[in-house]
């Protein structure tokens, strides 16, 4: 006898993909320019490292990414007005 147990969806179907909420629509935006310009941001001032850079998004959030030969990668999202501690550079690392 067969079991009539519904099977599993698969979590990676196209169907399941949501666009960002409104609020959050600018932000993957800002993100999805950084392959094309990747050193538009400036060097994050606390860092002082030339592969850390940071663009500003709607004067709230800091977009902290690394930028290697190949690729970029998005280290952090932080609230603008407030300098990083020395612990969240570490995790820059």
């Known amino acids: ?11 990676t179907s196209p169907k399941t993909v949501r666009a960002p909420p409104p609020a959050l629509a600018g932000l993957f935006a800002r993100v999805e320019l950084l392959p094309q310009f990747p050193h538009q941001g400036r ?23 690394r930028v290697d030969a190949d690729w970029i990668r998005i280290l952090l999202v932080h609230p603008s007005p407030i300098p990083m501690s020395a612990e969240e550079l570490e995790t820059l690392e």
């Open 43 to 65: 060097e994050v001032p606390e860092a002082k490292r030339d592969d850390l850079r940071e663009v500003i998004y709607e004067e709230r959030h800091r977009i902290v990414y």
């Open 1 to 11: 006898m067969r079991s009539s147990k519904p099977k599993p969806r698969s979590t």
